[in-house]
C-alpha cells in the first residue's frame, strides 16, 4: 500500500497468521526492513524479531549499520543488547531468587502468553511501548514502569485492567488513546497478566492472586467508565514510608545471617530482614506501632528464603545444583490484626501460608498499631519464620 501506517499495520497482522502456521510473508517481512519509511522498518524489525527469525539479530546489525535514524538505532540496540526478562529480575536479591510454587510458575507463563498475544501492539513486544509512526507511542512502557513495580500496591494494576485507563497519564497522550477494561476475563486470567507485568519485565512486584482480583471487582462493580489518571491516583491506596518514628517489636528476634545481620524486628521493611530464628508455633508475632491512626488497606511481604538465612550450625555450601532444596519461611498459618490503641485488636485477615509471597487487600480500617502473629505450629525444626521487604499501604 502507498500507505505506510498501513504497511506498518499489515506487518502486525501477518504475525498473527505466521504464528498459526503460514510461513510465506518471511520473504515480505524481511524486505519490509528496507522500506522508504522508517516507522515501517522498525516494525519489520520487530516483527522478525517477535516471529524469532533465524537470522533477526542479523538484520538488526545490518540496519544498525546502513540507518543512523534514532529509532531504529534504539530498537536494533534492544535487541542485540535485550533487557533481563526473567521474572525473577529486579529484585535486589538477585542471588537469591524467588522461589515458585508450581502455580505461580504457570500463572507467570499464561501472563506471558497472553502478554504477548494481545498486549505487544500498543506495549510493544519488549515492553518498551511501541512507536506510533509519528515519533511517539501507542501506550505507556510497562518495563521497569514504578506503577507495576514493589513499591506500589497492586490495587493500581487491577483498577486499571478491570475497569480501564483513559490518557493522559501523568500528562502525556499516547495515539491508542485509552486502555479498555477487561472485566469479561476470568480471575483467573487477570491474575495471571497481572503477575507477569509485576514480575516479568524487570518491575520486581509480588504476586497477583485470584482473590485479589475478585476483592477489586467487588469494590468497583458499580463502575461503568474507565479511570482518568487522577482518579486512579485517588483511588490507589499510598504507600507508607518507615522512619525513625516507627516503633518496631517482636516476640523473638534473632540475627539474619547474611552479612551479619543485627536482628531487628525493623530489618523486616529492608532486604536484611527480620526472622524469629526459632522454629513456628503459634503465638510467635512482629509487631509495628505507626505514630499517627492511618486507613490500613493492604500489606505485603516477602519471606526469608534459606539460602538467605543460614541456621546456626548448618552450612549452605558448594554449588546451586548441589545443595538440598531451598525452604521457604513463611508463617503457615497466621492472622492479621490492627489497634487504635494497642489494647483493643481486630482481625482483619487471617489464613494459612502457601507461598513466598504474603499480598493482602481488605477493606481501609482505621490502624495506629498493626500486628502479624502465627497461629499454627509447624513440625521441622528448620522451619523458623522470616519477612524481608514488607510494604504496607493506606488508603485516603
Known sequence: DSDPQLRQQGLRLSEILYKGGDTSFTDDIKAATKDADVNVQIQALL??????????????????????????????????????????????????????????????????????????????????????????????????????????SPEHLLRVLLSGLTDPIHGKSYAAGMMVSQKAESDDWIASVASFLRNGLTNGGPMVTPDMVAYIRSVDARRTTP???????????????????????????????????????????????????????????WQVELPRTVNLAGMDYQAL????????????????????????YFPRGWKLEVSTDGRNWKTVKEGKGESMYTSLMFTPTPAKFVKITTTAAVADPKIIWGMKYLKLFAAS
Open 47 to 152: 516483527t522478525a524479531n517477535y516471529l524469532k527469525f533465524a537470522d533477526a539479530a542479523d538484520i538488526a546489525k545490518a540496519m544498525q549499520a546502513a540507518n543512523k535514524a534514532k529509532g531504529v538505532q534504539t530498537v536494533a540496540n534492544r535487541i542485540l543488547t535485550p533487557p533481563a526478562t526473567d521474572p525473577n529480575a529486579g529484585f535486589a536479591d538477585n542471588m537469591n531468587p524467588p522461589v515458585r510454587t508450581p502455580a505461580e510458575v504457570a500463572s507467570l507463563e499464561r501472563g506471558a502468553k497472553v502478554f504477548a498475544e494481545s498486549c505487544t501492539e500498543c506495549h510493544g513486544h519488549d515492553a518498551m511501548g511501541a512507536p506510533d509512526g509519528n515519533g511517539g507511542l501507542m501506550a505507556p512502557a510497562l518495563a521497569g514502569n514504578p506503577r507495576l513495580g514493589s513499591q506500589t
Open 305 to 328: 528464603t534459606s539460602s538467605f538465612y543460614t541456621l546456626p550450625g548448618t552450612a549452605n555450601a558448594g554449588p546451586p545444583n548441589m545443595r538440598a532444596p531451598r525452604q521457604v
Open 227 to 285: 479511570y482518568t489518571d487522577a482518579e486512579l491516583t485517588r483511588a490507589t491506596p499510598r504507600t507508607l514510608q518507615p522512619d525513625a518514628s516507627w516503633k518496631t517489636t517482636a516476640s523473638d528476634t534473632a540475627p539474619v545471617q547474611i552479612g551479619g545481620g543485627a536482628g531487628r524486628a525493623e530489618g523486616a521493611f529492608t532486604l536484611e530482614g527480620w526472622t524469629t530464628g526459632k522454629p513456628q508455633i503459634p503465638g510467635q508475632y
